[in-house]
Structures are given as C-alpha cells and as structure tokens.
C-alpha cells in the first residue's frame, strides 16, 4: 500500500513540474482525482462482490459439511447395527424338565446354566452350536433315561441267563 501512495505522489509531482499553468494544474489534478475516485469505486465493488461470493460460498459449505454429518450419523447408525460388539445372545430356550418355552439375554458364551422361570430347574446350555439340548448327564431327565436303559439292560441279560439255563 505504501508503493501505492508513493507512486501517487510522484504523479502528482510531475504533473506539478510538467504543466506550469496553474488553471490548467488544477484542472489535471482535478481529473486526475475523478479518475482516481472511479478506480476506487471499481476496487470497492469487485471487493463486495468477492466477499459476497465468499460468504455464499462459505453458506453452501456448511450446508454440505451438515449434510456430512447426517450422512456420517446414518452411516454410524447402520455400522452399529451390523457390527455391533455387543456380547448379549438372546436365545429362545425350551426348557427339557417342563417344556417351557422363554428367551433369555445371556451376556457371554461362558455362562453354562440357566434356571428355568417356570419350574427353577437349572438347564445347563450348550455352546457348541448344536440344534438339540445336552448335558452332561447329571441332570433328573438324563437320570430317568439312564435308569430306564439299565432296566432294559437288566431285562435282557435275566432273559439270557434263563434261556441258558433251559439249555
């Protein structure tokens, strides 16, 4: 700015030591001020111009910027729903001593048991992804069948002692 100023008033110096009358320095200077002013005018239009381009600009960014952003929370939203790191399982369990049929959240593939909410039995549960409860045989039901194979068992080792001894 301060090249501006100076180049300015070196104008004005050789207009003053190039016309010697003064009517007609006046009237060049005069002239020269009207046309400075025009030059001003147009900087002050292109500038308000130029701010206004940039402030529409600046509008039409943020719009997009919140655009973005519910993009990005929609995108997060469905990114949660398919990856989700939750260690919840719901499962439907029937129970096997009342055949009651209820589901459960069971937060972690470590938990073994589950009381039944109609009978209190505890079911024990089994994570290897098989479609038929099992257990390892302790339980009341396991134990009535164990019984009954052991009769049956029985059973046929006393028919085969008796026919033996028909022999």
Request: hydrophobic residues 30%; negative net charge; proline residues 2%.
């Amino acid at each position: 700015m301060s090249d501006l100023k100076g180049k300015y008033k070196k104008i004005l110096e050789d207009l003053e030591n190039n016309i010697k009358n003064p009517e007609d320095l006046i009237f060049a200077k005069e002239k020269f001020m009207e046309l400075t002013m025009i030059f001003m005018d147009i900087v002050d239009r292109l500038t308000a111009l130029t701010d206004a381009r940039i402030k529409e600009v600046e509008e039409r960014q943020e719009e997009i910027n919140n655009r973005i952003n519910n993009v990005q929370s929609a995108i997060d939203e469905i990114e949660g729903d398919i990856y989700e790191d939750d260690d919840s399982y719901e499962f439907e369990i029937i129970c096997p001593y009342c055949n009651y049929e209820f589901t459960t959240d069971i937060e972690d593939e470590k938990k073994e048991e589950i009381k039944c909410p109609n009978c209190n039995n505890i079911i024990e549960l089994d994570w290897n992804n098989e479609e038929e409860y099992s257990c390892s045989g302790d339980c009341s039901h396991c134990h009535e069948e164990q019984v009954a194979e052991n009769e049956e068992e029985y059973k046929v080792k006393q028919e085969e002692n008796n026919e033996d001894e028909d022999m």
